[in-house]
C-alpha cells in the first residue's frame, strides 16, 4: 500500500497540470497516487487529466465537485484518501525528484511518534530561493507549527505533508457563499494536539499566477468576511504571541464590519475584551482605508 495521496485541487488550471503530472512521472519513487479534485471548473480540466492517465505510471483519482473554493475541495477530498499521509500540492506548482522519497524516509523515521500531525519541508523559487522567510533553526526540531511557523517569524509558504486521519479530525470550516479561507486556520487549530517536525530541505517548487489565490489574497478575504473572522478567532484563542494577537485582533474587527457584523456582537463573541477595546480605533480606519480601494 502506497503511504502518500498527492492532493491537487484546482479550478480552471487545466494548461497548468501538465507542469505537476510531469514532476510526478520523473519521482524517483512512485510510491504515491495522485488525486485530484475538481471545484467546478468550466475549462478542459477534465479532458486533460484523462489524457494524462493513459500515460501515467501510477494511480490517478479524479473527481468533480461543485464550485465552493479550494478549502471545501480539501474537504470533499478526505473521503477519497485511504494512506496515512496527504501532501497538498497545487495544480500550478511542481515537486522536486527526490521528494516522495525524501517524505517517505521522513515518514518511516517518525512514524511510531503519535503527537505528530504531520511534517514541514521547504517551498522553493523556480529561479532560486525559498517561499518562506527562512528555514527552521534545527533540522528535524520538534513543535508546533504556532511555535515554530508563527512564534519564531517564519514567514511565507512551506511544504507540508499531513497525517490523513489529522486533516479529517479538523475540517475546514465552511460559509455560504464564501470561495476563500486561510488553511492556517486549521493548522493553528491542530497546534492545540500536536506538533510536526520540520526540515530545511527543498521539495516543492512554487509559481504564482497573476490570477491566483495567494497574489489576490485580501481581495479574496473581504469577500469572504466570516471565513476571516473565524481564522482571526482560532489565532485569539492559540498560543501565539501577542504581536500576533494585535494583528489578529484588527483582523477580527475589520472582517467583523466587512461581514455587516455590530461591534455589539463582535465585543460580545470575543475572549480579550481588553485588546478589543485597544484596537477599535486602528481597525475602524484600516476598514474604511480598505473600503475605499
Not at 515537486?95 to 511534517?119: H, S
Not at 518562506?132 to 504556532?146: C, D, F
Not at 517569524?153 to 486561510?182: N, Q, S
Request: charged share 30%; proline share 3%.
Amino acid at each position: 500500500m502506497n503511504n502518500i495521496t498527492v492532493l491537487t485541487p484546482a479550478y480552471n488550471r487545466g494548461k497548468f497540470l501538465e507542469k505537476l503530472y510531469k514532476s510526478l512521472r520523473t519521482q524517483s519513487c512512485k510510491d504515491f497516487e495522485w488525486l485530484i479534485i475538481d471545484d467546478g471548473s468550466t475549462d478542459d480540466t477534465c479532458e486533460r487529466v484523462e489524457q494524462m492517465k493513459q500515460t501515467a505510471d501510477f494511480s490517478i483519482s479524479y473527481y468533480k465537485k461543485e464550485n465552493g473554493g479550494k478549502h471545501t475541495a480539501l474537504n470533499y477530498a478526505y473521503q477519497f484518501i485511504k494512506t496515512p499521509l496527504t501532501f497538498i500540492v497545487d495544480s500550478d506548482d511542481s515537486l522536486t525528484e527526490d521528494a516522495i522519497v525524501c517524505v517517505n524516509d521522513i515518514y518511516k523515521k517518525y512514524k511510531d511518534e503519535n503527537d505528530l500531525c504531520g511534517f514541514s519541508f521547504l517551498r522553493g523559487k523556480p529561479d532560486g530561493g525559498y517561499l518562506s522567510t527562512s528555514g527552521v533553526p534545527q533540522e528535524g526540531i520538534k513543535e508546533s507549527y504556532v511555535e515554530c511557523r508563527i512564534n519564531r517569524g517564519i514567514g511565507g509558504d512551506m511544504a507540508e505533508v499531513w497525517y490523513t486521519h489529522c486533516l479529517k479530525e479538523y475540517p475546514f470550516p465552511e460559509f455560504r457563499g464564501e470561495k476563500f479561507l486561510g488553511e492556517d486556520i486549521v493548522w493553528v487549530r491542530m497546534s492545540e494536539k500536536y506538533k510536526m517536525r520540520f526540515f530545511n530541505r527543498v521539495i516543492y517548487i512554487s509559481d504564482y499566477l497573476e490570477d491566483g489565490l495567494t497574489n489576490n489574497r485580501r481581495k479574496h478575504n473581504i469577500k469572504s468576511p466570516n471565513g476571516c473572522v473565524a481564522r482571526a478567532e482560532v489565532f485569539l484563542d492559540s498560543d501565539a504571541c501577542i504581536r500576533i494577537k494585535v494583528k489578529s485582533m484588527l483582523q477580527y474587527q475589520i472582517y467583523g464590519k466587512f461581514a455587516k457584523k455590530s461591534c455589539k456582537e463582535l465585543y460580545r463573541d470575543v475572549s480579550n475584551r481588553a485588546l478589543y477595546i485597544a484596537c477599535i480605533i486602528p481597525a475602524t480606519f484600516i476598514y474604511f482605508k480598505w473600503r475605499l480601494k
